[in-house]
């Protein structure tokens, strides 16, 4: 296989980590974003590597023969707001990318035949009623909800994806990524690790949505990476769909604490209502990814916290 891969939503969290381990496993990369959830700050050690190419563009308003001169032999399609704020801001745009975006992208790949994966998430489950979530649960998701703009165009991204796995016997993977969290998250993202961080740091109130029962499972962004690696890379896995996170779970409330106990200027807990069609509980069944990839997470929570911590301090000047 060419080691030569584009990576649309290059200038994100994990889309820009996801980047630096193709280069550095001596992968040629071409970046795409239009900075809608991000900053060119995260392509800046990037763009020192000669084999990193960055377009700023909108990937639904690709032209997929614009990119075939570059020839890839993977297309990554990882574009798309992430964190529930921003998808409540932005409803259109996330259905759109997810949508559409994913349609152009696998056209690219189709074009090109190169490989393609599509970054689905957890949030296709929904709020689950199987714990915790195998690929083969169908999820629980409300379709008119204030969610349904993010997990109906995934689960929508899933069906294009396999729909061309179908008709033209391209090689498709798909990634459900469970929450996952590190350094190059904006502080002021929404999602709960960066405010509950940014607000210990700056002497505020956790926020709490509804009581704090509510879990998740957290998933270091190395960890996740290495996870989307495997499945993109390894040979034999067409059409598979694959779950990539930590099956720790712990507490909104527990997470609350760790962090507290790890940033002692903390100023407590605030409770606020609870969001909207919040999923409950949320944890990954992995078998499936030890099996086909080898993979399992790496970084316990609180290893992971300190260095997002670290991370945190030196943007925020704390
Ligand atoms: P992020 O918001 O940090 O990064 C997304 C990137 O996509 C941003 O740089 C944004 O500018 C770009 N983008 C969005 N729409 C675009 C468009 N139309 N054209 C070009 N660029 C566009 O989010 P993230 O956490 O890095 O998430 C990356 C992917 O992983 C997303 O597809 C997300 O749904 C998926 N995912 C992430 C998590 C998580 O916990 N981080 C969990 C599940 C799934
Ligand atoms: N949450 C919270 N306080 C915050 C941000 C989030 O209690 O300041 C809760 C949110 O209601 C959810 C969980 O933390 O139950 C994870 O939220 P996040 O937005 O990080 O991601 P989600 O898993 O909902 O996509």
Do not use: C
């Not at 690696?229 to 694959?242: C, S």
């Amino acid at each position: 296989m060419q080691k030569r891969v584009i990576i649309t939503g290059a200038a994100g969290f994990v889309g820009s980590h996801l980047a630096e381990k193709f280069l550095n496993e001596g992968w040629e990369v071409l970046g795409i974003d239009n900075f809608i959830t991000s900053t060119p700050e995260n392509l800046r050690t990037l763009k020192e590597n000669p084999a990193f190419r960055f377009m700023e563009m909108d990937v639904v308003k690709i032209d997929p023969s614009s990119l075939l001169d570059f020839e890839p032999s993977l297309v990554m399609h990882m574009a798309s707001p992430a964190s529930p704020v921003d998808y409540f801001n932005m409803p259109i745009e996330t259905m759109l990318v997810n949508s559409e975006g994913t349609r152009k992208m696998l056209e690219v790949a189709r074009r090109a035949g190169a490989r393609f994966l599509f970054a689905s998430t957890s949030e296709v489950y929904g709020d689950p009623e199987i714990h915790p979530q195998p690929e083969t649960y169908w999820g629980n998701v409300n379709p008119i909800g204030p969610r349904a703009v993010y997990d109906e165009s995934k689960r929508y991204g899933e069906a294009m994806t396999m729909a061309y796995r179908r008709l033209f016997e391209l090689d498709v993977r798909i990634v459900r990524i469970f929450n996952t969290y590190g350094p190059r998250m904006r502080p002021n993202d929404g999602r709960v690790v960066s405010n509950f961080i940014t607000q210990a740091l700056t002497g505020k109130k956790l926020t709490i949505y509804g009581d704090g029962s509510q879990t998740r499972s957290f998933g270091y962004v190395a960890d996740t990476v290495e996870g989307i690696f495997r499945l993109a890379t390894y040979g034999g896995l067409e059409g598979e769909v694959v779950n990539i996170g930590n099956p720790a779970e712990i507490t909104v409330k527990e997470l609350a604490d760790t962090i507290m106990k790890l940033i002692p200027s903390a100023a407590g807990i605030e409770y606020l209502p609870p969001v909207p069609d919040d999923p409950r509980k949320r944890r990954p069944d992995i078998t499936k990814a030890r099996k086909l990839l080898g993979w399992k997470p790496e970084v316990p929570l609180e290893e992971g916290l300190r260095k997002t911590i670290q991370y945190f301090r030196s943007i925020l000047n704390i």
